[in-house]
């Protein structure tokens, strides 16, 4: 291409205008002078070669500067300068570049590559770290499980050793229980001997706090009489101290021993009063005794106070010792039932119990309240169960109302 367009310079430079003559015209011999206008205008086609070829040449020029790697000021240096060209109207030359000229989209590229090189970078460590951190998480898990398996072991050991332990702390909490309602036996004929109970047709229910030496205890005394035989009321009386129907009135209910003379439980309760809120723990034991035409109910409890007044309780315990005797009792009229029956309250606690005297005050100032609750819902039970129990006594089918009414009474 170079050799191409040198040839083609040096036949632009040495090209001379001449007058071409027509063969008519050398035949005749008659000179005629070429025409203005077609001079001027081969001037023109040929000044514009020449500006093309230069265009070219200095194109071509640059492009060799840049393929080679060469300074731009060495091209122009070695271009030729045609500032004395005659420049014609409507055309000029182009003028050179000075420096290459980079694409808009090759910046775009670069800087998309760096980028994309960037994320895949920080995507590789990312991935190496959140592999370390699987497999770490992996072994804790295992871990964690051999540990939990573990601790879970000890403590099902744990809880069946305590488990183990209460069950026989209560199994010898109700033979001390069953113990001491023989032995409430004894007691009975010297409380009955008292005053209050010489006069049989007298009816009255009496509680007081007694005092005896360092021990306190909320007392009460009982004598009525009752419109039913002597056995009506016993089995009365005893199907409502040892139903299960308790259940509804406690939670974790559990009849530790059941037979015909002898009922043991052991239940939770939470009492709630205006001024009081009180949680306990109970072991309760009642036993069936007859003796010379007497029918005798005796029931001890022992109550463990958990909480009073969201304040914890440790180290102190009531317990309570009561029993009720049924006998008849013959009017004028009728044979009825003499029921006569005392109870009694105290508080004991360890020496090394924290408060002793104000837990001890707390726990007597809801004697009363607890007696007066229990009571209601006592006597709401025995009501049914007195007409149940007569109406079997005669013979007659139980009352059609006796459930509703009972339904009714535990709502």
């Known amino acids: 291409m170079t050799t191409t367009l040198g040839q083609f310079q040096t036949q632009c430079e040495s090209f001379e205008t001449k007058v071409v003559r027509s063969p008519q015209s050398t035949v005749q011999n008659t000179p005629q002078k070429p025409k203005r206008k077609r001079v001027r205008r081969e001037r023109i086609e040929l000044g514009q070669l020449r500006l093309e070829s230069h265009k070219l040449q200095r194109e071509l020029a640059q492009l060799q500067g840049i393929h080679n790697g060469r300074d731009q000021n060495e091209i122009h240096t070695k271009t030729r300068s045609f500032a004395n060209s005659k420049i014609t109207d409507g055309y000029q030359l182009i003028a050179p570049r000075k420096k290459e000229l980079r694409s808009v989209w090759q910046e775009i590229a670069r800087r998309q590559l760096q980028e994309r090189w960037k994320a895949q970078t920080t995507n590789r460590e990312l991935r190496e770290q959140l592999q370390a951190e699987y497999e770490l998480g992996r072994q804790m898990m295992v871990l964690l499980h051999h540990n939990v398996h573990a601790k879970h072991s000890t403590d099902l050991k744990v809880l069946n050793k305590r488990r183990s332990l209460l069950l026989d702390h209560e199994k010898s909490v109700f033979k001390d229980q069953e113990l001491q309602a023989e032995s409430a036996l004894l007691e ?3 409380i009955l001997l008292r005053p209050a ?5 007298a009816c009255f229910v009496n509680t007081f706090f007694e005092e005896s030496g360092n021990t306190q205890a909320f007392v009460l005394e009982s004598n009525m009489t009752l419109p039913f035989a002597s056995q009506v009321t016993a089995n009365a009386v005893w199907k409502v101290m040892t139903t299960d129907k308790m259940k509804y009135h406690c939670y974790e209910h559990r009849v530790v021993f059941k037979s015909d003379t002898v009922v043991s439980q052991a239940f939770g309760i939470h009492f709630i009063t205006d001024v009081s809120d009180a949680e306990f723990r109970c072991k309760y034991t009642v036993r069936r005794f007859s003796d010379d035409g007497r029918i005798i109910i005796v029931w001890v409890a022992l109550f463990e106070p958990i909480e009073l007044n969201e304040l914890q309780y440790q180290g102190v315990r009531c317990r309570q010792t009561g029993w009720v005797e049924f006998s008849d009792l013959q009017l004028e009229t009728a044979t009825t039932t003499l029921a006569r029956s005392y109870s009694r309250l105290s508080v004991d ?15 007597f100032s809801l004697a009363q309240p607890i007696h007066d609750k229990v009571g209601t819902l006592y006597s709401a039970h025995l009501e049914i169960a007195l007409i149940q129990e007569d109406w079997k006594l005669h013979g007659f089918a139980e009352p059609v109302t006796s459930s509703e009414k009972e339904a009714g009474c535990l709502r």
Do not use: G, I
Not at 349 to 363: F, I, P, V, Y
């Open 197 to 201: 109970y010489r006069n049989p047709r």
């Open 349 to 363: 606690a360890d020496e090394d119990a924290e408060n002793k005297e104000l837990q001890t005050r707390s726990l």
């Open 188 to 190: 009975m004929e010297k």
